[in-house]
């Protein structure tokens, strides 16, 4: 039987200032990431509880100018970063399960910004342009909706940060 040849390890070489300059970008990115799910959760529950329509609207519409680009810019940072951390480390991008984890959560994550948020941000941006009395009828379920994703991001994120300091679990099959 003849052995599959395996490709080598790609790995970077970065000294010491500039892996802390990544690992500054990459905390900063994340971090700011959690946060603005925390501001957009605050604008997402505000806008549903509120019986103000000018409120509503401007919770939406604020959620509608700010939510895609910020989180798509954070989100695609946090992972370029976390991508030449691993590279440059000992963990790998695929050699260790927790590593793995946090690379798919980020991945999903930056996914479900323009596939599912941003045609909801589109169409309630639609509808608070006209605010009076009807606005909370005509936005139906929408702000339902848009109370999930910086709670399910935000959660998704605690459990990365949770597996970037705990480590678990061991090395994949493909070391």
Avoid at 24 to 47: E, K, M, Q, R
Avoid at 89 to 94: A, H, K, N, Q
Avoid at 118 to 146: F, M, N, S, T
């Amino acid at each position: 039987m003849t052995a599959i040849p395996t490709a080598p390890a790609v790995r970077l070489r970065l000294g010491r200032s500039a892996r802390r300059v990544v690992l500054l970008v990459h905390l900063t990115a994340s971090l700011g990431w959690f946060g603005a799910d925390v501001v957009l959760g605050v604008l997402a529950v505000t806008g549903f509880v509120s019986d103000d329509p000018a409120r509503v609207a401007a919770c939406y519409t604020a959620l509608d100018v700010f939510a895609v680009p910020v989180l798509l810019t954070l989100g695609l940072t946090s992972l370029a970063s976390g991508l030449v951390l691993g590279l440059a480390s000992r963990w790998g991008v695929v050699r260790t399960r927790w590593v793995l984890v946090k690379l798919v959560v980020n991945l999903v994550l930056v996914a479900l910004v323009p596939v599912l948020l941003r045609p909801r941000l589109a169409e309630v941006a639609q509808q608070v342009r006209r605010v009076d009395v009807g606005l909370v009828e005509r936005l139906g379920r929408i702000p339902v909706d848009l109370l999930f994703p910086a709670f399910v991001s935000g959660t998704a994120l605690l459990v990365a940060s949770v597996l970037a300091i705990w480590k678990p679990w061991g090395p994949t099959r493909r070391r």
